[in-house]
């Protein structure tokens, strides 16, 4: 077996009841300890029949879409949660369409990277019952091939008039953002056309809410990957898994739930999903 060069072994495992908290920097630089706690990810992969896993920005910055809060993530480059604020897009829509340009272009130009791929493989080769509730909008499980994605915050697929509620594919509006023409109107009222998105201030949509509240009580095992859990009312969703389930978190950093869960891998969500489904 290959050892697992990337990932960032600081990492605590609790697979026992009572969980037990390991000293995660004790497995600093240690590449046995990587490839035993991969190996304990597999395991929770294998021994659970319903997996719901909750990702975030972080599950894509492999594809080459930035994040928003890493050093090297969106809020860095100057742009903070002004952006996608829907108060200041009521009051200044051209502000979103200047700043977020360079993000949809990213997220356009985007692939599933192979953790995106490993998720969809164990609904498709493994025969499990997998369910996404992601907070991302750029649409990449679905495009690997998984079937129960439920995007809590929306998708960039599509815009919709804030004036008339015409919804259109985003791919002409987008094409007329980079020509220059900002902020993008309907035609036919003159509104403003906004994306799907859940923007900060507005309510997440009700049915893939429901979804992923459902998701996330059926499931065996939760698997928290590439969010750093602060965006509410998203990052409480795991709050509602069974008492009965598993929890793991795959993450760069720290989240406030590393001390709840069976086993914390802080290393790259698509190498550590794509090494623990290798060796499933
Ligand atoms: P965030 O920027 O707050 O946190 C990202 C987390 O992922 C950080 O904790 C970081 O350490 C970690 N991370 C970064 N790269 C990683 C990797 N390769 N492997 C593992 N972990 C990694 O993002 P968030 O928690 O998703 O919440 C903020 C909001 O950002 C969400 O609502 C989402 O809609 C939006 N967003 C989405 C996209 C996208 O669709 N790809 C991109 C940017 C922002």
Redesign the pocket.
């Known amino acids: 077996m290959r050892f697992p060069d990337e990932m960032e072994p600081h990492a605590a495992v609790r697979s026992t009841y009572p969980p037990i908290l390991t000293d995660i920097e004790a497995w600093q630089g240690n590449r046995k300890m990587s490839e035993f706690l991969i190996q304990e990810l597999t395991q929770l992969l294998a021994q659970a029949e319903s997996i719901t896993f909750l990702t ?3 599950m ?3 594809s080459g ?6 050093s090297s ?2 809020y860095a480059r100057g742009a903070g949660e002004e952006v996608f604020s829907l108060e200041r897009f009521h009051a200044e829509p051209t502000y979103f369409y200047t700043h977020a340009r360079d ?1 949809m272009v990213a ?1 356009s130009n985007a692939k599933p990277n192979a953790g995106h791929l490993a998720i969809a493989s164990l609904e498709h080769h493994f025969g499990k019952q997998v369910d996404i509730v992601t ?4 649409t990449l499980h679905q495009e690997a091939g998984s079937t129960r994605v439920h995007p809590v ?1 929306g998708t960039v697929e599509t815009c919709s008039c804030t004036r008339c509620h015409y919804r259109i594919s985003s791919d002409q509006i987008w094409q007329s953002v980079l020509d220059g023409d900002i902020p993008p109107r309907h035609p036919g009222c003159g509104g403003i056309f906004k994306p799907d ?1 859940t923007f900060f201030g507005e309510a997440l949509p009700l049915e893939p809410l429901a979804r992923s509240q459902r998701a996330i009580a059926g499931a065996d095992l939760l698997v928290v ?7 509410y009312p ?1 990052a409480g969703l795991p709050s509602i898994r069974s008492f009965k389930s598993r929890l793991a978190v ?4 720290k ?1 406030h739930l590393d001390r709840e869960a069976a086993l914390v891998l802080r ?4 190498h550590v999903l794509s090494r623990a489904i290798d060796v499933l």
């Open positions: 975030g920005a972080g894509s910055t492999e879409i930035p994040d928003f809060r890493s993530g969106i993000l997220i907070q991302n909008i750029d915050h998105i990957a590439g969010t750093s859990l602060v965006v998203a795959i993450n760069r950093t989240t290393g790259r969500a698509a």
